[in-house]
T-cell receptor, first 112, second 111 residues
């Protein structure tokens, strides 16, 4: 059974700081990994999708890396802004099911 | 661009009552999912469907039933609601191997 862990569970940083969110998964036989953002009281929005053949994917100030062999992914946020405050979740395909297994998320607060 | 639409958004039920959550997607996606989200536990898969007329159990299926009679709709039913089913329910859809799209969520309280 695939298990996904995210560290830290919560993070508070001052505006402008660069930060890294971590995601680890137990079964490395994945074909992609996704990072999502969730605002309070809202659904999830996909930020980045990394295919297993890729090592990283970039979108604006966000950069996600994937190391399948070690079962790890990181989400790097450059020059953080208060508008980045949200919960960030990573997810990988569930072994044996055509669905995603999610981590519990990292709740990010960027202080102005 | 409707994307994934869930109804209702909020509902309060008494223990033992039944209800159905409706999910509709307009992206012609084959795959549809129902997740529940509880504090500190992330999202857990309840049931999913890989195409019209098919359904399969996820991680926490007990107490729920689903149907996918039309490709664009995925219904989640609670036959006899229990307080343990108080949660936020999310529907999602995707095409194979690609980005998954979520609805805005349905807040259900069972008293």
């Amino acid at each position: 059974k695939q298990e996904v862990t995210q560290i830290p569970a919560a993070l508070s940083v001052p505006e402008g700081e660069n930060l890294v969110l971590n995601c680890s998964f137990t079964d490395s036989a994945i074909y992609n990994l996704q990072w999502f953002r969730q605002d309070p009281g809202k659904g999830l929005t996909s930020l980045l999708l990394i295919q297993s053949s890729q090592r990283e994917q970039t979108s604006g100030r966000l950069n996600a890396s994937l190391d399948k062999s070690s079962g790890r992914s990181t989400l790097y946020i450059a020059a953080s802004q208060p508008g980045d405050s949200a919960t960030y979740l990573c997810a990988v395909p569930d072994t044996g099911r055509r669905a995603l297994t999610f981590g519990s998320g990292t709740r990010l607060q960027v202080q102005p | 661009n409707a994307g994934v639409t869930q109804t209702p958004k909020f509902r309060v039920l008494k223990t033992g009552q039944s209800m159905t959550l409706l999910c509709a997607q307009d992206m012609n996606h084959e795959y549809m999912y129902w997740y529940r989200q509880d504090p500190g536990m992330g999202l857990r898969l309840i049931h999913y469907s890989v195409g019209e007329g098919t359904t399969a159990k996820g991680e926490v299926p007990d107490g729920y039933n689903v149907s996918r009679l039309k490709k664009q709709n995925f219904l989640l039913g609670l036959e006899s609601a229990a307080p343990s089913q108080t949660s936020v329910y999310f529907c999602a859809s995707s095409s194979s191997g690609n980005t998954i799209y979520f609805g805005e969520g349905s807040w259900l309280t069972v008293v």
